[in-house]
């Protein structure tokens, strides 16, 4: 049974830091890309940032380029963003999801999910 987990999202003011983390367990970490996405109350979910199999190419979505930082850690199973430069419009509850495929093409589908964790910016 696969299982994706998040941690690390919580409130923190505006200009702040936060990392988020996500463990996958009950498949091969290692076989798939992997995505952070978010959604916000009332919008459509948005993929924030995406990373192959191997950790060798990263994608961001222009809201978010230069201010977060997608990693993995295959030996661990384990997912990371690091986020910095928070701003009010980040608020949403963010997921991690583990792609159809090992790399970031087309429009970053995902296999499987995990609950989400929410981040909350203030002013």
């Known amino acids: 049974q696969v299982q994706v987990v998040e941690s690390g999202g919580g409130l923190v003011q505006a200009g702040g830091s936060l990392r988020l983390s996500c463990t996958a367990s009950g498949l091969t970490f290692d076989d798939y890309a992997m995505g952070w996405f978010r959604q916000a109350p009332g919008k459509e979910r948005e993929g924030v940032s995406c990373?192959?199999?191997?950790?060798?190419?990263?994608y961001y979505a222009n809201s978010v380029k230069g201010r977060f930082t997608i990693s993995r850690d295959n030996a661990k199973n384990t997912l990371y963003l690091q986020m910095n430069s928070l701003k009010p419009e980040d608020t949403a509850m963010y997921y991690c999801a583990a792609l159809f495929s090992g790399y970031c093409s087309g429009s970053w589908s995902g296999e499987y999910w995990g609950q989400g964790t929410q981040v909350t910016v203030y002013p």
């Open positions: 990373i192959s199999w191997s950790g060798g190419n990263t």
